[in-house]
């Protein structure tokens, strides 16, 4: 077994703590325009560090890439949005990925293509992370991912 690395322990620390500092900035109320730019810089970071831990599974590139579409959905970037929910949905179904992580495929999906106006999609997607999300086996995952569900922006189709 290799031994693992300062360097190494110190890329899963960061991992966590872009994504903890992705979430405040997700969280905050009155975001500026600088917010948001480090809000993208740290979802990269996060997942950029992820990548270098002794820890990194496939699925941290899954959550990761979710991570990336929520951020750019909710800052309104449609096009960059899909782009990494259907990355997230291709990494989903490689890894064969159920529960959360299907679920969460789903609605980011549902919030990518919301943004971007495409309302047989979103409608589609929403239905699939509905019903899936309510099969979510942990009850504190599933009341987790229904506040998600229904947090905002859902660009005027919910």
Known sequence: ???VTDEQKMHHYMGIE????TWNLLGKEERNEKDDARMINFAHASLYHWRK???YRPINEQRGQWMLSHVNAVLGKSEEALSYAEETSRLTIEQDLKDFDLAYS????ARANAAL????EYVKYLEKAEETGSLISNEDDKKYFISDLESPPWFGCK
Do not use: A, T
């Not at 106006?117 to 047989?120: A, D, F, Q, S, Y």
């Open 106 to 109: 789903y609605e980011e999906l």
């Open 53 to 55: 831990s002794h820890k």
């Open 117 to 120: 106006g495409n309302k047989n």
């Open 1 to 3: 077994m290799s031994k």
């Open 18 to 21: 872009m994504n903890i500092q």
